[in-house]
């Protein structure tokens, strides 16, 4: 057990060091960390009690899926009793999940989205790099990278609970009941998105103004 422990220390130093040491120019730490990225990861809440070190007290713990309001008790969209199901979310699969929603402002185009996703790697976040629009990406108006024309009528569930999938999204209270989706299998998906726990912020903002911002932690598993 101590010579596993001390093997993940030096580990987890490599890690660390890498990752503080990339830049967006340097190709060859830009590939170590898609490397990196790709190892898949046994999430955290099944290496407890396995004869794995116990991470038990550490900060950096995903063991449930967890929803965190990242901005302001002020910011005029409220996003709140967010349900997702199963924990962790297993690829393919379906994912039932639900919310309810306020919005105290109509929200219209352009409605920038800055999104930064990160990995655990042993003892380490690694935020995953913006490729080919996947990752950690800004966008500078998400309304006009919603598919389908704003005339055409939402999907069901959405379409079911009156809650809208174009801009502009109107003042006022959205819920949607737990609800069942689809997801893909890990071939229709990037390759660094494998097995292991995630931490997604998204930040949400329209003419210089901050919307909402939001953080979740979950683990994916095959």
């Not at 990225?37 to 290496?47: D, G, V, Y």
């Not at 920038?112 to 935020?127: M, R, T, Y």
């Amino acid at each position: 057990m101590e010579r596993k422990f001390v093997s993940l220390f030096f580990a987890a130093i490599a890690v660390l060091f890498v990752t503080s040491a990339v830049k967006p120019s340097d190709k060859a730490s830009f590939k170590m960390i898609m490397d990196l990225l790709r190892i898949p990861q046994t999430p955290e809440r099944f290496k407890i009690g396995n004869n794995e070190v116990d991470y038990k007290g550490h900060d950096l713990q995903v063991l449930k899926f967890n929803w965190h309001n990242c901005g302001s008790s002020q910011d005029p969209v409220k996003v709140k009793n967010v349900t997702l199901v199963p924990d962790p979310i297993k690829l393919p699969g379906e994912v039932k999940t639900g919310f309810t929603a306020q919005f105290l402002t109509n929200v219209d185009s352009p409605l920038k989205a800055a999104v930064v996703i990160k990995k655990k790697v042993l003892f380490a976040w690694i935020e995953v790099p913006c490729v080919d629009n996947v990752g950690s990406c800004t966008y500078g108006d998400i309304c006009s990278m919603i598919p389908g024309d704003p005339t055409d009528p939402c999907p069901p569930p959405l379409s079911t609970y009156n809650i809208p999938c174009h801009c502009p999204f109107r003042e006022g209270n959205y819920t949607l009941p737990a609800s069942t989706f689809e997801l893909p299998s890990v071939g229709g998906l990037p390759s660094w998105l494998e097995e292991g726990d995630y931490q997604v912020e998204a930040t949400l903002s329209s003419n210089n103004t901050r919307l909402a911002c939001y953080r979740a932690e979950l683990s994916l598993t095959k």
